[in-house]
Antibody
Framework: QVQLVQSGAEVKKPGASVKVSCKASGYSFTRYALHWVRQAPGQRLEWMGWINAGNGTTRYSQKFQDRIIITRDTSARIGYMELSSLRFEDTAFYYC?????????????WGQGTLVTVSS | SYVLTQPPSVSVAPGKTARITCGGNDIGSKTVHWYQQRPGHAPVLVIYYDSDRPSGIPERFSGSNSENTATLTISRVEAGDEADYYCQVWDSSSDDVFGGGTKLTVL
């Protein structure tokens, strides 16, 4: 079945970077997009950006534009999201989700989420 | 920016019908998707393209979209439907693609 499995929880200090991975299985990896969404404790879902897993084109939310990099490894079928200059308010669950190569895509399925805690 | 407005909470008795709204300017001209998020779990798609239902989602879940309001309707509500529900819409003027979420409480 289609599945996205993410890397484990991370604890980082302010100013550091974190890189979260998302391994895909059960579908043709390069025919879909991979989106990243985060959710701070008790807060709404927040879209961060996406990558065309086929050609590597990316688009980022303006909020994260300056400190996010989304990449993928097509041979390993893994997507990555790196967030730099971490702040306390970046503490959140980070999710990857599969999307279609369209501008009105839905997200299905989602990874299980990766908790990133920013603490001094 | 494009703002999506959801009621913070909706309460319904078991067996009744729950309606969760998502308001937006001329949202009827856009495509709306809905997600269910149970506590401690990742979101799950329950409705896409306004009213389509993914395989595995009960027929009790349905969606509609017209003018300035999209609606997720859950018929014959069960205790297991208790969750947060989010609408999602793409708009070229905004990166905020999700509504604020609605907590469904089954009484």
């Amino acid at each position: 079945q289609v599945q996205l499995v993410q890397s484990g929880a991370e604890v980082k200090k302010p100013g550091a970077s974190v890189k979260v991975s998302c391994k895909a299985s059960g579908y043709s990896f390069t025919r879909y997009a991979l989106h990243w969404v985060r959710q701070a404790p008790g807060q709404r879902l927040e879209w961060m950006g996406w990558i065309n897993a086929g050609n590597g084109t990316t688009r980022y939310s303006q909020k994260f534009q300056d400190r996010i990099i989304i990449t993928r490894d097509t041979s390993a079928r893994i997507g990555y999201m790196e967030l730099s200059s971490l702040r306390f308010e970046d503490t959140a669950f980070y999710y990857c989700a599969r999307g279609l190569m369209t501008t009105v895509t839905h997200f299905d399925p989602w990874g299980q989420g990766t908790l990133v805690t920013v603490s001094s | 920016s494009y703002v999506l407005t959801q009621p913070p909470s909706v309460s319904v008795a078991p067996g009744k019908t729950a309606r969760i709204t998502c308001g937006g300017n001329d949202i009827g001209s856009k495509t709306v998707h809905w997600y269910q998020q149970r506590p401690g779990h990742a979101p799950v798609l329950v409705i896409y393209y306004d009213s389509d239902r993914p395989s595995g989602i009960p027929e009790r879940f349905s969606g509609s979209n017209s003018e300035n309001t999209a609606t997720l309707t859950i018929s014959r509500v069960e205790a297991g439907d208790e969750a947060d529900y989010y609408c999602q819409v793409w708009d070229s003027s905004s990166d905020d693609v999700f509504g604020g979420g609605t907590k469904l409480t089954v009484l």
